[in-house]
Nanobody, 119 residues
Framework: QVQLVESGGGLVQPGGSLRLSCAAS????????MSWYRQAPGKERELVEV????????????NYADSVKGRFTISRDNAKNMVYLQMNSLKPEDPDVYYC????????WGQGTQVTVST
């Protein structure tokens, strides 16, 4: 079955960096777009970045969250079935649970990984 497992979250100081990873299995990874979402307590889940599949857009990336533009970068490694989110210049308002997502017929989600930005 489809599985998405995020890792790499944690505590970081303001201005610091983290790289989130998502290990995908159970589907033909290179065929599908992959996305990162985030969700703050009490708020709706927000789309952050999308990376296209080789089938649709040859790995083209699209940013959907103005607040992270220029700071976050999505990438993928089709040989390893992995998708990443490099987060730089982290801010106190960035703390959220970050989720990996793909849409086959349905949306599939990982369990999320927590990011905390604090001194």
């Amino acid at each position: 079955q489809v599985q998405l497992v995020e890792s790499g979250g944690g505590l970081v100081q303001p201005g610091g960096s983290l790289r989130l990873s998502c290990a995908a299995s159970g589907f033909t990874f290179w065929v599908y777009d992959m996305s990162w979402y985030r969700q703050a307590p009490g708020k709706e889940r927000e789309l952050v970045e999308v990376i296209g599949s080789d089938r649709t857009s040859a790995g083209e990336t699209t940013n959907y969250a103005d607040s992270v533009k220029g700071r976050f970068t999505i990438s993928r490694d089709n040989a390893k079935n992995m998708v990443y989110l490099q987060m730089n210049s982290l801010k106190p308002e960035d703390p959220d649970v970050y989720y990996c997502n793909t849409r086959l017929i349905y949306d599939y989600w990982g369990q999320g990984t927590q990011v905390t930005v604090s001194t």
